[in-house]
């Protein structure tokens, strides 16, 4: 992924032209567990998430997914109750180092949510770069321009809002919609994109597109997808993470592995069960 535009880095007071390259980061998180008050949620969990490829996060409901997604990009911290414990790591960096910004992590790893988020009075053109501000980046029309039209490429919206990027992004389709969320997500050049059950709330023929969009992406940023859906993990992820929480136990990883391997043959028969539709 590679962009033009100016940056106010976090170490310097004035904006400098620089030539942009984020490249995909390896995302690893070692020993994490997490607490809602005394509620234990998460027991140390440790899962690597390789660079540039698509991981998979499944599993019944309340077994902690969103949450383990949530501390992927230090948004667990913002609930006034939360605790966790363990690390997280974005090409060998702790995100949680007292060195780090959170500022910083929200940058380098974005996050798509269940529900479409666009600022539905804003037009689509200044929804896409609205993260630039707030990540401290500066850009000139013609570069904020590209900008846009990259990212929505990219997040495969273009051909559909090209002609009217100054109208309100809450005027488009729920599915259009995310991929607009989509799209600003990708415009602050991030090496890690959290998705939560993006296609939920999705037509299929939406959903589709959202996963062509996560296919294409491959290779240019790191996605991690929680998704209820077994054959969308199956058609989009490369590495799949089965997690339960057994009753009043927090969520564990019962199997990591290739998706492939995993749903054709998995190690463990509450796996096998959850894959095959048996519980959850
Ligand atoms: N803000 C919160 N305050 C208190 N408890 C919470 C909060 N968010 C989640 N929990 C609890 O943490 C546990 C894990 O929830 P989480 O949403 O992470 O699971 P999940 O696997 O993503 O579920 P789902 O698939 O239904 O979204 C559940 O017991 C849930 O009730």
Same mark, same amino acid.
């Given at each position: 992924?590679?962009?033009?535009?100016?940056?106010? /880095? @976090?170490?310097?007071?004035?904006?400098?032209?620089?030539?942009?390259?984020? $490249?995909?980061? *390896?995302?690893?998180?070692?020993?994490?567990?997490?607490?809602?008050?005394?509620?234990?949620?998460?027991?140390?969990?440790?899962?690597?998430?390789?660079?540039?490829?698509? /991981?998979?996060?499944?599993?019944?409901?309340?077994?902690?997914?969103?949450?383990?997604?949530?501390?992927?990009?230090?948004?667990?911290?913002?609930?006034?109750?939360?605790?966790?414990?363990? @690390?997280?790591?974005?090409?060998?960096?702790?995100?949680?180092?007292?060195?780090?910004?959170?500022?910083?992590?929200?940058?380098?790893?974005?996050?798509?949510? $269940?529900?479409?988020?666009?600022?539905?009075?804003?037009?689509?053109?200044?929804?896409?770069?609205?993260?630039?501000?707030?990540?401290?980046?500066?850009?000139?029309?013609?570069?904020?321009?590209?900008?846009?039209?990259?990212?929505?490429?990219?997040?495969?919206?273009?051909? @559909?809002?090209?002609?009217?990027?100054?109208?309100?992004? *809450?005027?488009?389709? *729920?599915?259009?919609? $995310?991929?607009?969320?989509?799209?600003?997500?990708?415009?602050?050049?991030?090496?890690?994109?959290?998705?939560?059950?993006?296609?939920?709330?999705?037509?299929?023929?939406?959903?589709?597109?959202?996963?062509?969009?996560?296919?294409?992406?491959?290779?240019?940023?790191?996605?991690?997808?929680?998704?209820?859906?077994?054959?969308?993990?199956?058609?989009?992820?490369?590495?799949?993470?089965?997690?339960?929480?057994?009753?009043? /136990?927090?969520?564990?990883?019962? @199997?990591?592995?290739?998706?492939?391997?995993?749903?054709?043959?998995?190690?463990?028969?509450?796996?096998?069960?959850?894959?095959?539709?048996?519980?959850?």
């Amino acid at each position: 992924m590679k962009t033009l535009f100016s940056a106010r /880095t @976090e170490n310097h007071d004035e904006p400098d032209l620089v030539e942009h390259v984020q $490249q995909p980061g *390896g995302l690893v998180a070692d020993n994490i567990s997490a607490w809602f008050g005394d509620h234990k949620v998460l027991d140390r969990v440790s899962l690597s998430m390789a660079a540039g490829e698509v /991981t998979a996060l499944i599993g019944p409901s309340g077994c902690g997914k969103s949450t383990f997604l949530r501390i992927l990009n230090r948004m667990h911290e913002m609930i006034p109750s939360a605790s966790l414990f363990g @690390e997280v790591r974005l090409d060998g960096d702790d995100i949680y180092a007292p060195s780090q910004r959170i500022t910083s992590a929200r940058r380098n790893i974005g996050m798509v949510f $269940q529900k479409a988020n666009p600022f539905p009075a804003m037009s689509i053109y200044d929804n896409t770069i609205s993260g630039l501000k707030l990540a401290g980046i500066r850009a000139t029309r013609a570069e904020k321009d590209l900008l846009v039209e990259d990212s929505l490429r990219k997040a495969s919206l273009w051909d @559909e809002v090209k002609d009217r990027l100054e109208q309100p992004g *809450g005027g488009l389709s *729920g599915g259009q919609q $995310q991929r607009l969320c989509i799209a600003r997500s990708l415009a602050v050049s991030p090496r890690v994109l959290l998705m939560d059950e993006p296609c939920s709330a999705l037509d299929p023929t939406s959903t589709r597109r959202v996963e062509e969009t996560i296919e294409s992406l491959r290779g240019q940023v790191t996605v991690v997808i929680v998704t209820h859906n077994m054959q969308q993990a199956a058609r989009v992820s490369s590495q799949c993470a089965f997690f339960l929480a057994a009753q009043n /136990t927090p969520g564990v990883i019962v @199997e990591y592995g290739a998706t492939e391997a995993m749903f054709a043959h998995p190690q463990d028969d509450r796996t096998s069960d959850y894959v095959n539709g048996r519980f959850g």
